[in-house]
């Protein structure tokens, strides 16, 4: 599976909320809201997620394995550095 596009939309006076991404794979499947986030330390990369009745935030998309969350977020923090 490869990334072939990622759309990033920048968000200003969100708090940590930095940005709102789209990543496309294999000009096929669409992953909307993923979520570039302010840390401690630096930037990191939420997977879109919902609100459940307990209150607690459930990923409703995830990669299963290390290497494509790794590929993802790169992807994704490349896209919002060269928007800077």
Do not use: C, W
Request: hydrophobic letters at 40%; glycine letters at 4%.
């Amino acid at each position: 599976m490869q990334i072939t596009d990622v759309r990033m939309r920048k968000v200003e006076n969100a708090g940590k909320l930095k940005g709102v991404a789209s990543v496309t794979f294999d000009d096929e499947f669409v992953v909307h809201d993923i979520k570039v986030i302010e840390g401690t330390t630096s930037l990191f990369v939420a997977m879109p997620s919902v609100k459940n009745s307990a209150g607690e935030f459930k990923d409703v998309a995830h990669p299963i394995k290390t290497e494509l969350r790794e590929t993802i977020s790169k992807a994704v923090l490349d896209k919002y550095s060269s928007e800077e």
